[in-house]
C-alpha cells in the first residue's frame, strides 16, 4: 500500500474516531445538560404563570368578598327587596367590576341573578356554569361549607377565571345565605395579558380529563390545562 493511501486511511479513521467521541460526548455530557436546562426554564416560566393567574383570581377573590360581605346583599338574599336589585343588579355593575360574569347563588344551589357581559361587543352575553344548572362539586362544597373558593371554571363559553365568597352580614358574620361568584372569561385577550405580566408566550389546549383539569382551586393557585 502507498504511503498516500496509508495516510488517507489513516486520517479516514481519526476523524471517525473524533467523530463518534464528539457523538458520545454531547449524548453523554452536553444534551443531558442542555435539556435539564430547558426544563428548568419551562418550570420556571409556569411559576411565573402560576404567580400571575393567582393574582388575578385574587383580585376576582377581593370583588366577590366585597359584594358577598355587604348587609345589603345578605339582606336581599333573605327579603328579595326590589329595590336592591334595581339598584345594583345591573349590567353597569358587571362592567364596573371590569368582569364578564357576576352571579348570587342562595344557599340550595339555586342560580338568584346572573348575568354575563361580552368582553368584545360589551352587550349582554350567556355564559353558563354547567350544561346541567348545577354548580361544579367543588364549588358546591364550598357554597354548603360558607367558604370562598377560586380556580377555572369549563363553561360554554370556554374557561373561566372565577371566584366565589360567601354571603355574609357586612361584619363577615353568618350564616352564609348563599354566594357571589365574580369571573372573566381566560380568552386569547386574557391569554396575552397574563402572558405579558409573567413573561412567556402562553397559550390554552385543552386538557386530557377537561373536568380535573378545569377544576377549582380552594388555594386558588396553579391553572392546570396551562401550557406554554
Known amino acids: 500500500m502507498r504511503v498516500r493511501a496509508k495516510v488517507t486511511l489513516l486520517l479516514a479513521l481519526l476523524f471517525t474516531v473524533l467523530i463518534a467521541a464528539q457523538w458520545a460526548i454531547q449524548q453523554r455530557l452536553v444534551l443531558p445538560r ?5 426544563r428548568q426554564s419551562a418550570r420556571t ?8 393567574v393567582e393574582r388575578e383570581l385574587q383580585s376576582l377573590g377581593a370583588a366577590a368578598s366585597d359584594w358577598g360581605n355587604w348587609a345589603d346583599t345578605w339582606r336581599y338574599m333573605r327579603h328579595h327587596d326590589p329595590r ?36 368584545v361587543s360589551g352587550q349582554r352575553g350567556d355564559i353558563r356554569l354547567s350544561h346541567t344548572g348545577q354548580l361544579e362539586p367543588a364549588w358546591a362544597r364550598a357554597l354548603a361549607a360558607g367558604e370562598p373558593v377560586s380556580g377555572l371554571v369549563d363553561t360554554n363559553a370556554g374557561a373561566l377565571l372565577a371566584a366565589g365568597a360567601p354571603i355574609l352580614d357586612g361584619f ?12 372573566r372569561l381566560f380568552n386569547q385577550g386574557e391569554q396575552l395579558r397574563v402572558g405579558n405580566q409573567a413573561q412567556v408566550a402562553l397559550y390554552m389546549r385543552p386538557a386530557q380529563n377537561a373536568a380535573a383539569a378545569l377544576a377549582p382551586q380552594r388555594s386558588g393557585g396553579a391553572a392546570p390545562g396551562i401550557r406554554l
Not at 416560566?45 to 400571575?52: F, K
Open 34 to 38: 442542555f435539556m435539564e436546562l430547558e
Open 45 to 52: 416560566d409556569m411559576q411565573r404563570v402560576e404567580l400571575a
Open 84 to 119: 336592591y336589585a334595581q339598584a345594583n343588579l345591573t349590567d353597569t355593575a358587571v362592567r364596573t367590576l371590569k368582569v364578564d360574569y357576576l352571579a348570587l347563588i342562595a344557599s340550595d344551589g339555586h342560580f338568584e341573578w346572573a348575568r354575563s357581559i361580552d368582553p
Open 172 to 183: 363577615n358574620h353568618g350564616p352564609a345565605r348563599g354566594m357571589v361568584i365574580v369571573g
